[in-house]
């Protein structure tokens, strides 16, 4: 009897665990550790090359490309990997190993090539994670739009960005090693035990009819990180990973996703360098710019993902080409008052304006990925963020040490309120190009 208890107690418990509440609930927590780690490290590493001598300011850039090295690595291979074995337990194991041996590594490290492995790992881990959580939220809600989903997710990795920027000043990196050595071993069980048995999965299997403006599609979407997370058998659909990357939506949201971790890589890399070089501020100091980023992107995530919902529900796909422009003008606007700012001051208000402008190019970006593959009712979600995974990854290779060198070259003002306000511009340019191509293609066909 208490043996037949114990079994009916564990089966709701996994059905519970395979719910998409629970499953959006683990993404979101994953998320805000490891962007809470990655941030750490980050704000670490110049005042570890100072207080350890290191390296020059120019290697701390070639420091930064090796995080983007690692993660343009892994996030293909994994989504790959976790939609063809229709798995998404195996990346994130492998992953929070790999993170757990670079915090390790990171807590030995006396030289640079010590730094430059730990950076490589962390990279390759993210890479491996990242796109796999954000590929098992997209699986088990599969809506036409996912932006209030994906606001919910930048919500909680903005909050990793402060919690991380303020265990900077309280405790260093030694932050970073307990962080990694504590965590992961516990990210591994939850790992393990979150995803519900098969056949659980088949039972909870939730079926949404959704119309699209070409044809009728049903998704069958399995709550779960386990494996049957898409479709049916019968019903999936596969794409080649070529033919996936060069459709409009997905290249298009990938430039755009390059465009971003080019802007934000530099900012991240060059802001702390200004301030302390111009300003004279500490880093405790420092640590007040990204705390007004990540907390302005807490409280207006949700805001906005709403009203991107809304919006594109209301007035079809072709807007979010117009939503995502009006961010990239709204943050050129931003980083071009940056550059000009003579103060601290100005440059921690501007930070403000510019989190809630890439808020408004990020979170249509995000849900363009799963709401594609959805749409067209494709097996391929997790090579989708992937995709999105390995094009930001590639912004980390050569924006951080090609922004360190143009500090040191042309100065902060040049590189700040010349160069990033005309790489936004270009970009809003291409998303409404497209668009008038499209509104004359509809015109005269």
Request: proline share 3%; aromatic share 8%; net charge positive.
């Amino acid at each position: 009897m208490a043996a037949d208890k114990k079994w009916r107690w564990s089966g709701s418990f996994s059905r519970m665990r395979a719910t998409p509440a629970a499953v959006m609930a683990g993404a979101c927590v994953a998320q805000l550790i490891d962007n809470t780690i990655y941030t750490i490290s980050f704000a670490c590493l110049p005042h570890l090359f100072e207080d350890m001598r290191l390296a020059s300011k120019s290697k701390i850039g070639l420091v930064m490309a090796m995080f983007g090295i690692g993660s343009i690595v892994t996030s293909t291979l994994a989504g790959i990997i976790s939609d063809r074995w229709r798995s998404r337990k195996l990346p994130l194991v492998i992953g929070s190993v790999g993170y757990v041996a670079s915090g390790l590594i990171l807590g030995l490290s006396h030289k640079l090539w010590h730094v430059l492995l730990y950076r490589l790992l962390n990279g390759m881990a993210s890479g491996l994670v990242y796109p796999i959580t954000t590929a098992s939220v997209a699986d088990v809600r599969p809506k036409k739009l996912l932006g209030l989903q994906m606001s919910l997710l930048n919500m909680f990795n903005n909050a990793g960005y402060m919690i991380g920027k303020s265990l900077v000043v309280t405790g260093g990196v030694l932050a970073v090693v307990m962080a990694f050595v504590i965590k992961e071993p516990l990210e591994i069980h939850s790992a393990l035990v979150s995803s519900a048995a098969p056949e659980e999965l088949d039972e909870s299997c939730e079926i949404i009819e959704q119309k699209d403006s070409c044809s009728d599609i049903t998704i069958a979407a399995a709550p779960g990180l386990d494996g049957r997370h898409a479709l049916p058998e019968a019903a999936a659909q596969g794409m080649p990973l070529w033919r996936l990357v060069i459709q409009w939506q997905v290249l298009s949201a990938s430039i755009i996703a390059l465009s971003l971790g080019v802007l934000t890589g530099s900012l991240d890399n060059v802001l702390a360098m200004d301030s302390k070089d111009r300003f004279g501020i500490s880093a405790s100091k420092t640590g007040l710019l990204y705390t007004i980023n990540g907390g302005t992107a807490i409280l207006l995530s949700m805001p906005v993902g709403s009203a991107v919902d809304w919006i594109i529900g209301r007035y079809g796909e072709a807007a979010r080409a117009s939503i995502v422009s009006a961010g990239l003008f709204l943050a050129g606007g931003a980083v071009l008052t940056m550059g000009l700012s003579t103060s601290f001051g100005t440059t921690v208000g501007v930070e403000a304006w510019l989190s809630a402008a890439l808020l408004l190019v990020n979170i249509p970006v995000m849900s363009s990925f799963g709401e594609f593959v959805n749409r067209l009712g494709l097996d391929s979600m997790a090579q989708s963020y992937g995709v999105y995974n390995s094009f930001w990854s590639l912004s980390s290779v050569f924006a951080p040490p090609i922004a360190t060198w143009l500090y040191t070259r042309v100065g902060f003002r040049t590189l700040v309120a010349g160069m990033l306000p005309g790489l936004c511009a270009l970009c809003a340019g291409l998303m409404l190009a497209e668009s008038v191509w499209r509104a004359i293609r509809q015109r005269f066909r």
